[in-house]
């Protein structure tokens, strides 16, 4: 499994929905976690590992390591087919930063809180209400599954300062 960087166009794809029941999005969530705390990172969407499917996973809680390395996921979970079903009223500031955008954090706005709708690992339905870093991660994470990155989430004026700031950190 690879992560690929802006621009690859792969993160400009809208991704297919999961088909409920489909086996192979099991295996495709244990790499995908494990790729996302190789990372460093609280979530990861399909498109950034090449898989242009609705599938995200997060854990914004995990402590990172033990006394032996190991990391320590405390609350890994998996989001099929994620939906903003309810938001705040009012956005607020945001600077996040993505695996796919390296050595780069970029201002956007953000739902104040969310709620999300979506399948779990074993297809059950779930819903996730979230602020603070839980709330701004699945909303980050969607905006992939939409071929959206934080370049094209930025207002115009952020934007172009993130592209330079991405362009000249990584020597393109
Ligand atoms: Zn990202």
Redesign the pocket.
Same mark, same amino acid.
């Given at each position: 499994m690879r992560v690929y960087t802006f621009p690859d166009p792969v993160l400009h794809e809208i991704c297919e929905p999961v088909e409920v029941g489909d086996k192979a999005m099991a295996r495709h969530a244990k790499s995908m976690l494990k790729q996302m705390y190789k990372s460093d990172g609280v979530?990861l969407?399909g498109p950034?590992v090449g898989l242009l499917k609705r599938i995200v996973v997060i854990d914004t809680d995990y402590v990172t390591e033990d006394e032996d390395g190991n990391l320590l996921p405390s609350r890994s979970l998996v989001l099929i087919n994620p939906e903003i079903v309810d938001h705040s009223e009012e956005q607020i500031p945001s600077k996040e930063g993505?695996?796919?955008?390296p050595g780069l954090s970029v201002d956007v706005k953000r739902w104040e809180w969310v709620k999300v709708k979506c399948l779990d690992a074993d297809y059950n339905e779930v819903e996730h209400v979230g602020d603070g870093l839980f709330g701004v991660c699945m909303q $980050?994470?969607i905006d $992939?599954l939409d071929g959206m990155?934080?370049i094209e989430r930025a207002d115009p004026i952020a934007r172009l300062k993130a592209l330079r700031e991405y362009q000249s950190a990584n020597g393109q």
């Open positions: 979530g969407a950034q993505c695996i796919s955008l $980050h994470e $992939h990155t934080l």
